[in-house]
């Protein structure tokens, strides 16, 4: 068994410098809560949170609706570079470099994002989301688009997959790169016209937002997780994965345009 503990160094007499230095008094921390604090700050000016802050009262919130292993999986990846983790740790803490601490630290009276074509106050939250530079924008897009591909690939491969009808993540060359096909019955970056009310005008329809993904399932149905790949999708959908196969219970199911409006559940 471990317990903390802090060296206590005995004083001893300069002149004589034969004497041997005694070893350290040893003191047990008689807690991990005040004492441990209490050290810490003493010798690093560490130990004492402010719980009056934005980001302390945040993650206090935050801790019982996140899932904290996932969270901080990252730590743990290898495809993750250490800058790379620096950086999210940076940001996670307040600490990520901008103009908002230049000017704090008066090492600059400008506190505007310092990039062209963008006039917006600096700050962490700009750099990740606000920046609205050209280049930078267009990364952020992509960073986006490449998020929602990786979703509506691991959603083509589900028992759901038959029930993807819109897509807005990227061009067809995009799609490409990641391995994915829209399917036949599914549409780019235009919403499909049998989800709209029948008086909808057709301007509305393809000037409205489109959402990532729009995907359709039965209304409450559940999927089998012991279903066979190749009858997937089979509670009500028929599946996409093999067109030409033969006609089986899987391929006799509708499409989810043929499903009745009240039939449809509508994920987007």
Not at 101 to 120: E, I, N, Y
Request: aromatic share 6%; net charge positive; glycine share 4%.
């Amino acid at each position: 068994m471990f317990w903390l503990a802090k060296e206590e160094k005995k004083e001893h007499n300069a002149g004589t410098s034969t004497a041997r230095t005694p070893n350290p008094k040893i003191t047990y921390l008689p807690n991990l809560q005040n004492a441990l604090k209490s050290h810490m700050h003493a010798k690093h000016r560490l130990g004492y949170a402010n719980p009056k802050t934005g980001y302390y009262s945040y993650y206090q919130s935050l801790l019982p609706h996140v899932d904290k292993k996932i969270s901080n999986a990252f730590r743990n990846m290898s495809c993750i570079s250490t800058p790379m983790k620096r950086t999210i740790l940076q940001y996670r803490t307040g600490t990520l470099y901008n103009q908002k601490h230049a000017v704090r630290f008066k090492r600059s009276t400008d506190p505007l994002c310092p990039l062209p074509g963008c006039h917006q106050l600096d700050s962490a939250l700009h750099m990740l989301s606000g920046c609205q530079n050209h280049i930078i924008s267009s990364m952020k897009t992509e960073r986006h688009n490449v998020a929602g591909r990786m979703i509506i690939k691991a959603l083509s491969k589900s028992p759901w997959g038959a029930g993807l009808v819109n897509m807005d993540i990227g061009s067809g060359d995009r799609l490409a790169q990641h391995n994915l096909q829209i399917p036949a019955h599914a549409s780019n970056r235009i919403i499909p016209p049998y989800l709209f009310p029948r008086k909808f005008s057709k301007r509305s329809r393809l000037t409205s937002s489109c959402p990532d993904a729009i995907l359709i399932t039965p209304y409450k149905a559940k999927p089998t997780p012991s279903s066979p790949s190749s009858t997937r999708s089979h509670h009500a959908l028929r599946s996409r994965h093999n067109p030409t196969q033969r006609t089986t219970r899987a391929n006799r199911m509708r499409q989810p345009h043929q499903l009745h409006v009240n039939q449809r559940h509508v994920h987007l």
